[in-house]
């Protein structure tokens, strides 16, 4: 097995399975931030952003000096525009028999790694039309063991939709005001988790915006997969910069529910079905009572995109 060198970004909690996962498929992972963590470099990135590229390079430099000496097969990026083409080069020069990998879940839209790709033997992204443009591997991603647990442990139906989701953008809270308008009117029984940052929660109450379970806290997985279990579909509203679909139809796909989307990516997938999928077009919630009504036709949970699944194909 491969001792692979792990230079992540920190994604919740996803990346510390990923490397758990590595782990557990018998390879010896060494793993450092591609950040430093905490408030200091989060209050420098976005007040202090001249001296932001300094205190990266900073911390790289501290990432190479700590592995000085050591040997690894594999040098695994997950995002890698924040490195310094000079550092990727100065890493890539001092590990020349190394194989590096590349993994992108930011579309080219939000950062632009072109630089990077030459220092790569494989780079992959969650974005089709990114792995299109630029001749690299699309894969998809994944969902965690207990989201496949879901689709054997739930019960009768509480709700007929839920969405979970931050309130980053605007678009995103008015989509999700114009699905809760149309389950009032239709008698659709809706569960909202809209997780909103101080600053946005002050610009919507200023508007007068007021939708039930808007709040300040973290909901956990724990109180995603209760929500999942009492639900028949879930509403997935996709970010206008990226094609790449979300890590929750993922999810939902292993929990065996029904998807309501807006990414036209997700009907040129090969799990797509209509007894499944609802793409909504314009946000034309109109076809959704009846779609929640019929039933799956195929109960399979998709095990192909699993985590393990996953790091295989990344690292193969």
Partial sequence: MSRILFIACDYYAYTDRIEAEMRA???????FPIEPRGWRNKA?????????????DAHHARIFAAI??????????LQVHQYSLTNLERLRAALPDARFTLYNWDSLKTHDYRPHLACFDKAATFDPADAQALG?????????PEYYDVATSRGVSEYDIYFVGSVHSLARFDAVKRLHAYCKAEGLRLKLYLHCSPPRMAQLLRRGEWLPGMTLRSI????????MR???GVFDFASQQQSGLTMRVFENLAAGMKIIATNPQIAREPFYSSDRILLLEQLDFAPVKAFLGEPLRDPRTFGEYSLSNWVRQLLG
């Fill in 230 to 232: 009492g639900s028949v």
């Fill in 25 to 31: 498929a018998g390879h010896t992972v060494r793993r």
């Fill in 68 to 77: 000085e000496g050591e040997r690894f097969d594999q040098v695994v990026f």
């Fill in 136 to 144: 690299i591997d699309y894969l998809p991603l994944f969902a965690l």
């Fill in 220 to 227: 956990g997985t724990d109180g995603i997969l209760d929500m």
């Fill in 44 to 56: 420098v990135r976005r007040f202090a952003k001249g001296r932001h590229q300094a205190s990266l």
